[in-house]
Structures are given as structure tokens and as C-alpha cells.
């Protein structure tokens, strides 16, 4: 672009000089020209390779379906407002010989966040997809993957759902889908609101600067938050991931529900007990101590280094080949669910009604297989989660969420008509890792 702006600029000189003869002698005309000349033969084959750089990298790298499978996997299937969030991007080349792809996955860089509403359909969060994976290569760069070859990315929750904060889940709880635009892979989370059970604030080393207008150097206090909460039967110890400039992070109602917690995070532990106080100091590096006492009075103590507070995504990862279906009165999905990282693949399967399910509905019936059987009589829609449970790691797990539906709405929707928000199959998705969904 700057060559093309160049090149005008030096016509429009031009045609100024050229249009007062008068102010002109002869020898300096015959300089002007000589060396506008001179200009005009860098300036417009600048000008072209620019032109055609620009054009090269716009071009959409060409989409090869079929043989490239796209896949969504998450680091928990179940989080807390704040929390910390890790998606991992696969694109795996399941064909027999090798195949040229973006790179990385520069084609299929947006995703669309959609919350399920208690009658299973999908309502979107952004008005527009969300493309964190655009600006990561050139468009139009490639790289090649061998047959059964397989390419990973990690995208973090800020780049996914802006505003909920650095790398942080958004706020309100629910069931929600994270899709891929273009290739059709999706993963299902929840957001659980847990109970606060202590918290404390961990004075660090002051953070320092120099203030240009004054020229004095200004402190600011630096706080380190832990604080523990309490869901399902269990509490989590967690701890901040970087300091924070307020002495107070997490934001309860009357009945010490979080609301809403002020900085990223991550869990450090899984505590069976009740905790009842939590306290910390920091060292000379700022490391932290924490120490937390149970119902029992039992205290314990562990040490987490500076370096250490945003911990890597766990070994194990479990999803399912569909994250969103639609059924109506005793239809039958089959289920697949794929473990990575671990020598046992095999899942225990369960199937529970999702929040806002109607009084006296049923979840169905889901086999040791996979095999969900949807139940009879459905009145109203309303949305059921079928869970696949690690049996090597039962902390890990992933969930698809489906949506029941009366025998008339499916038909309806199904010849075209009634506009159901419903997402369409994925070839092949995968929903993340975690404890399985409990209500």
C-alpha cells in the first residue's frame, strides 16, 4: 500500500511542476524530469510486488473436507465464573496419504459461543463469531500433515469470549457450546456457581513507576488471592494467576453464592472437607505459603512458586464424536467417546436432566455402550446431559447436551419450517475433560 501512495504522490508533483512552465528554467525541467524517471522505475515495480503480496495473503487457504477432521477439546467439562479456560484445536488428516492445511488452521479460525436455554435450543453470546486464530500466521501459509498426522493449538478463554476477563469462562451459569465456524466441531461446558467458603488476600512486593508528569515514583500495593470454594460436596482451593491492585477478589450475595469473581484463577487442590480459613504469605520472591484449616481444625500448608501458578492442561482428555443432538420420543443416538492419554480408553456413561427441565420429566436411558434412548411422552422441549466418565481418570469427563423434543416441533423442523435454533451434527467433535455434571 505505501508504494501505491508514493507512486500518486509523485504524479501529483509532477503535474504541478509541469502545469507553471514559468517557474522553471530549461536545465531544471530537464533535471525534474530526469529524475522523475528515475523514481518512477523503483516506484511501479514496488508498487506491483506490493499489489501482489497483498493479494497473496488474502487469499482463503482451500478447505480440504473429508479427509481433515477438525476437533474441540477443553481442559474442564465444568467451571467456575473466572476460573481459568485452555481450548485445544486438532486437526488431524485421517486419509491414507498426505495433505497440504492451513497453517494454523488459518481457515477455520472463528468460533461462535451459543448459551442452551432450558428448552435445548442454542442462543449465541456474540452477535458475530469470535476469530482469535486469524492474525497467528499469514494468511495463506501452509504446512503438510502425513497420513494419520495430527497438528494442536491452544487458544486461551480471553481470546474465545472477550470481556469475561484473562483467560476466565463467562460468568453466568448454564450449559454452553464453543463451536468452530466452517468445520463443524464443537464442545459443550457448564458454569457452576460455587459457595465461598474463605478467602485471603496476600500482600506482595509494592509495584513501582515512575510518573512522567510529577517525575515521582509511585507505589502501588500488589495482592495475591486465594481463597477456597465450596460445590458439589467439595471444596477447591484456588489461587490467582497473576497480582491484583484490589485487596478483594470474589463478590458474594446474601447467602455467600459467588457472583462473581474479579481476577483469573486457577484450582490448586480438591479438598474432601469443609474449609473454614484460608491464610498466606509470600516470600522474598513471591512465592507463596498457603495454609487452610478444615471443620476438624486439621490445618495444612502447601508451596506454590511465582512461576508456577498457571498450571499445564491435564494429561488426560476425553470427548465425545457429538457435543449437540436433536431427538424426539424414543429415538436412539449412539454416543463415541475417545480418551487420549491414558492405557484405559474405556468411559462409564450417565445421562441426568439439564437445569430448567420440566416437573415430572424423564432423562432416558443411556447402555454401558453409548446407546441413548430418548424417553416417551415428550410434552415440552427441555435438554438432557449425557456424560462419558473416564474410567483411568474419574476426574475427567466430557458431556453433549440433547434436546428433547414433542414429535410435531421435530417434524416441523425437519421440513423447514418453525426456525429452531437447533445446531446441525458435527462430523467430529470432542468436548473437554472434567468432573462429570452433577445438579
Not at 111 to 124: C, D, H, K, N, Q
Not at 127 to 143: D, M, N, Q, Y
Not at 334 to 357: C, E, T
Amino acid at each position: 500500500m505505501v508504494p501505491i501512495i508514493v507512486l500518486m504522490v509523485l504524479v501529483l508533483w509532477l503535474s504541478i511542476l509541469l502545469g507553471q512552465p514559468s517557474h522553471l528554467s530549461s536545465k531544471e525541467a530537464r533535471l525534474t524530469m530526469f529524475t522523475f524517471r528515475i523514481l518512477l522505475r523503483v516506484a511501479i515495480p514496488v508498487a506491483i510486488t506490493g499489489c501482489t503480496l497483498i493479494a497473496q495473503t488474502t487469499i482463503a487457504p482451500a478447505v480440504n473436507s473429508g479427509r481433515l477432521v477438525s476437533t474441540i477439546g477443553l481442559d474442564r467439562s465444568i467451571y467456575f465464573p473466572g476460573e481459568e479456560a485452555v481450548l485445544t484445536l486438532t486437526e488431524r488428516n485421517v486419509g491414507s496419504a498426505p495433505i497440504e492445511v492451513a497453517a494454523p488452521f488459518a481457515a477455520f479460525g472463528c468460533f461462535e459461543l451459543s448459551r442452551v436455554s432450558a428448552a435445548g435450543s442454542l442462543l449465541p453470546v456474540y452477535a458475530r463469531p469470535v476469530c482469535p486464530l486469524r492474525l497467528v500466521e499469514p494468511a495463506g501459509s501452509k504446512v503438510v500433515l502425513g497420513a494419520g498426522e495430527e497438528s494442536r493449538l491452544n487458544v486461551n478463554g480471553d481470546d474465545l469470549w472477550p470481556g469475561a476477563g484473562a483467560s476466565t469462562v463467562p460468568g453466568t451459569a448454564g450449559y454452553y457450546q464453543v463451536a468452530q465456524g466452517g468445520s463443524g466441531a464443537s464442545a459443550v461446558f457448564r458454569i457452576a456457581m460455587p459457595r465461598l467458603e474463605a478467602a485471603a488476600a496476600v500482600r506482595l512486593h509494592d509495584i513501582t513507576y515512575d510518573d512522567p508528569a510529577t517525575r515521582r515514583e509511585v507505589r502501588l500495593p500488589a495482592y495475591m488471592h486465594v481463597f477456597s470454594l465450596r460445590w458439589n460436596n467439595q471444596s477447591f482451593l484456588c489461587v490467582a494467576l497473576s497480582p491484583s491492585l484490589r485487596d478483594k477478589a470474589v463478590a458474594t450475595d446474601n447467602a455467600g453464592n459467588v457472583t462473581a469473581v474479579g481476577v483469573p484463577y486457577r484450582r490448586l487442590a480438591t479438598l474432601p472437607g469443609p474449609v473454614t480459613s484460608v491464610a498466606g504469605t509470600a516470600s522474598a520472591q513471591d512465592n507463596l505459603a498457603i495454609t487452610w484449616a478444615d471443620a476438624r481444625g486439621l490445618s495444612q500448608t502447601l508451596l506454590v512458586a511465582s512461576d508456577q501458578r498457571g498450571g499445564p492442561v491435564e494429561a488426560v482428555q476425553i470427548g465425545l464424536d457429538s457435543a449437540f443432538e436433536r431427538l424426539s420420543a424414543a429415538d436412539i443416538q449412539q454416543f463415541v467417546a475417545k480418551v487420549d492419554g491414558a492405557a484405559n480408553r474405556n468411559v462409564n456413561w450417565s445421562v441426568s436432566l439439564a437445569p430448567g427441565a420440566p416437573a415430572g420429566a424423564q432423562p432416558g436411558a443411556v447402555t454401558s455402550t453409548g446407546i441413548y434412548t430418548a424417553p416417551l411422552g415428550i410434552a415440552r422441549p427441555y435438554a438432557v446431559i449425557v456424560t462419558a466418565q473416564s474410567q483411568a481418570d474419574p476426574s475427567r469427563s466430557a458431556v453433549g447436551v440433547v434436546s428433547l423434543q414433542p414429535q410435531n416441533q421435530n417434524a416441523l423442523a425437519a421440513a423447514g419450517g418453525g426456525g429452531l435454533p437447533f445446531a446441525a451434527k458435527p462430523l467430529a467433535t470432542v468436548s473437554s475433560s472434567g468432573p462429570a455434571p452433577l445438579q
